[in-house]
């Protein structure tokens, strides 16, 4: 049996996992963005403080990079309190997380390292390492030179070739690279046509340089364009006339497709219902996986609030959730029922409009005998407040105290008061989700926050993520 102290260290560590899924330090509805940074950093010191090893676990969880950076840092900044087995340990969860980061948010990581002045011998290893193993080092100097080079200059390191020396500290002095993404780069100052062989982010410097107009550039650039620009650039290339611009949104990611979804007016939306149903059915399907049809029975009840607009910082990212939340659970049910806490019933026309009547929707989900019931929301039940509370608290204490019913509160948004996700209950069990592809994995970890399993049951499946997380890393590293 768990000790009190064990108990309160699984409260804690379940509640900066929520933080870390959920907070980005930007601005939300109910907090700004200074609020939200000063309780983020307050948790992060208070868990490296007291619960280190926990707190260098948390890395191998559904964290967002944003946190995954913060909790890197911290730990690199006080290796002197860290035992050796504790450096070891924590060594393998960094570099398998840097694996999995951005490289831009990797180079931003390393440079926040380098203004705080951490330069231990660990530092510079992990940044040696880290860099040995990506793909293309000559990809790296152009796409994020003066990250690369900050980073080298920082861990003391010598660029892997003297050409690639070269071309970071003192470019324009060669007359010619042997490396042809280098050489193509040379080119580029002098030769419009060179700039189309570049990466987008380095192409649209020279594009300005050279004077060229704007939908000439992008209908040229596009088959140099990643996924996610392809998306985030098509719809200003077609108001300027560029039509050679057009993502395949079928290979989306979920919740970024909902959210270019929610971007789209309702009248795109209608126009292009057969696509977009598509395209988010078919990346819900992706992320079923071998679980598609497994859940039997479920009920959700989403909330499409007025406060699901997020921030002008985070626009339409609690929607977004709920949407993508919305077809990954019809993916993975046998059979589903989407109850919105607006009443609409057209989930690809949803908008944030009125105010939050959880309690009855979860009513009427109840009424429909579900065997799984997620509830994503906020937390903020106005309408009337505190029935969410009271209906969910009825149900597991007298309706359903044998839990029959399956239920779970996920929240896309933290709140900087509490230090934590607003729950509705404290009768049923709530996480942080950050994207709906983590769904699956936040129902499994909603089952310590209900308070039926201890701190050593959740240290094994933190143990057993990272172990996952490592080997992962390796066999790639070994590729």
């Known amino acids: ?61 559904d964290i967002n990079d944003h946190n995954a950076a913060l909790i890197i840092r911290r730990l690199l900044e006080t290796t002197g309190d860290a035992t050796a087995d504790q450096r070891r340990s924590e060594g393998r969860l960094i570099a398998s997380r840097l694996a999995t980061l951005p490289p831009q948010r990797v180079y931003g990581l390393f440079d926040a390292l380098r203004r705080a002045g951490v330069n231990n011998r660990r530092t510079r290893a992990i940044i040696r390492d880290w860099l040995s193993a990506r793909p293309d080092l000559a990809f790296d100097a152009v796409k994020y030179r003066s990250g690369l080079k900050r980073a080298l200059r920082h861990a003391h390191l010598s660029p892997a070739t003297e050409e690639l020396g070269t071309f ?184 944030p409009y009125g105010p939050t009547p959880v309690g009855r929707r979860i009513l009427d989900a109840l009424d429909t005998t579900p065997s799984r019931l997620v509830i994503v929301s906020d937390g903020w039940d106005n309408a009337p407040p505190g029935l969410a509370a009271e209906v969910l608290r009825i149900w597991r204490t007298r309706l359903d105290p044998e839990r029959h019913t399956s239920i779970v509160h996920l929240n896309p948004v933290y709140d900087a008061a509490d230090f934590d996700v607003r729950r509705l209950s404290a009768a049923v069990p709530t996480a942080g989700i950050r994207d709906a592809e983590d769904l699956p994995a936040l129902v499994e970890l909603a089952q310590f926050a209900e308070g039926r399993t201890g701190l050593a049951e959740l240290i094994t499946y933190m143990d057993t993520r990272a172990a996952r997380m490592n080997s992962g890393h390796h066999q790639e590293r070994a590729r």
């Not at 959920?22 to 609020?35: L, M, N, W, Y």
């Not at 100052?189 to 410097?205: D, F, N």
Request: with cysteine; glycine share 6%; hydrophobic share 40%.
């Open 168 to 351: 970071l500290f003192v470019p324009l002095t060669r007359k010619h690279y042997a490396t042809p993404l280098l050489e193509t780069w040379r080119r580029a100052h002098y030769e419009q046509a060179a700039l189309y062989e570049l990466p987008y982010t380095a192409a649209e410097g020279f594009a300005a340089k050279h004077g060229i107009p704007r939908n000439v550039f992008l209908e040229r650039i596009a088959p140099r364009m990643t996924r996610l620009e392809t998306l985030r650039l098509q719809d200003s290339a077609h108001k300027i006339g560029t039509t050679g611009i057009q993502a395949d949104l079928a290979r989306m990611p979920l919740t970024r497709l909902a959210t270019y979804v929610l971007s789209l007016p309702v009248q795109d939306r209608l126009h292009r219902r057969a696509e977009l149903t598509h395209a988010l059915e078919s990346a819900a399907g992706r992320v079923a996986g071998s679980h598609r049809g497994s859940w039997g029975k479920v009920t959700a009840v989403l909330d499409d609030s007025f406060s699901s607009f997020g921030s002008v910082h985070k626009r339409h990212r609690p929607l977004a959730v709920s949407l993508a939340c919305h077809y990954l659970l019809g993916a993975l049910a046998d059979n589903y029922t989407g109850l919105w806490t607006s009443g609409r019933t057209d989930a690809l026309l949803t908008y």
């Open 1 to 61: 049996m768990d000790s009190y102290g064990d108990l309160i260290a699984a409260d804690d560590v379940l509640l900066f996992v929520n933080a870390a899924i959920t907070s980005t330090g930007q601005r939300e509805f109910h907090s700004d963005a200074g609020e939200q940074r000063l309780s983020l950093d307050f948790l992060h010191a208070y868990m490296l403080g007291n619960y280190r090893d926990l707190y260098a676990g948390v890395l191998a969880l």
